[in-house]
């Protein structure tokens, strides 16, 4: 079946480091790919997404590129801020339902 | 997209009591999504709930311990029953809007059962 993979956590980060969450997948056709983050105490918010290979998805910075031929959709930030600490999740969507990774917990210090 | 209100927020309940989850959508949506995200952990679909029908049950969960109800087309409760403490988890409500499209979730609500 379909899954997604995701480097663990914890990652600590001083504030302005460069950020990269791996996120790989595996599925039987052509998914979407989906980052979502939730902030302490809060739901999911969707942060960006790409729908076909070479697709980059961007906001707020978060930029992460959909690479078929290496089933992956790493996350990037240049230059992350305090306000980035959170819980990382990538999603794969084929169909139904929504299959996540298992989330990784950024911090990120001043 | 879609805005989710989901209530309550949290809640810290007695074992064996049952609470009910409440899940509003302000736009008509087909399908519902409960999920339930264990402390530390990432989420995991309980059911999915559609309207005029019986919600579908993912493996693991079952009717009798998560009851769902869908009697429209904005509107899904689910119900933890008979509680004990590995129910406490944050449940999650969440709606598909169109076919590439991600998920939009509501709040959560941060279930502790003592």
């Known amino acids: 079946g379909n899954s997604v993979t995701q480097m663990e956590g914890p990652v600590t980060l001083s504030e302005e480091a460069f950020l990269t969450i791996n996120c790989t997948y595996t599925a039987t056709g052509y998914p979407s790919l989906f980052w979502y983050v939730q902030y302490p105490g809060e739901g999911l918010q969707l942060l960006l997404k790409a729908t076909k290979a070479d697709d980059k998805g961007s906001n707020k910075g978060f930029e992460a590129t959909y690479r078929k031929e290496t089933t992956s959709f790493h996350l990037e930030k240049g230059s992350v801020q305090v306000s980035d600490s959170a819980v990382y999740f990538c999603a794969l969507l084929e169909g139904t339902p929504l299959v996540f990774g298992k989330g990784t917990r950024l911090s990120v210090i001043a | 997209s879609a805005v989710i209100s989901q209530k309550p927020s949290r809640d810290i309940c007695q074992r064996g009591t049952s609470l009910t989850i409440q899940c509003q959508v302000d736009s008509q949506v087909t399908m519902m999504f409960w999920y339930r995200q264990q402390p530390g952990q990432s989420l995991t679909l309980i059911a999915t709930?559609?309207?005029?029908?019986?919600?579908?049950?993912e493996s693991g969960f079952v009717i009798d311990k998560f009851p769902i109800s869908r009697p429209n087309l904005t509107f899904s409760t689910l119900t933890v029953s008979n509680m004990s403490p590995e129910d406490s988890s944050i449940y999650l409500c969440?709606?598909?809007?169109?076919?590439?499209?991600?998920?939009?979730f509501g709040s959560g609500t941060r279930l502790t059962v003592v």
């Open positions: 709930a559609n309207q005029g029908s019986e919600a579908t049950y």
């Open positions: 969440s709606v598909r809007q169109g076919v590439s499209y991600g998920y939009t």
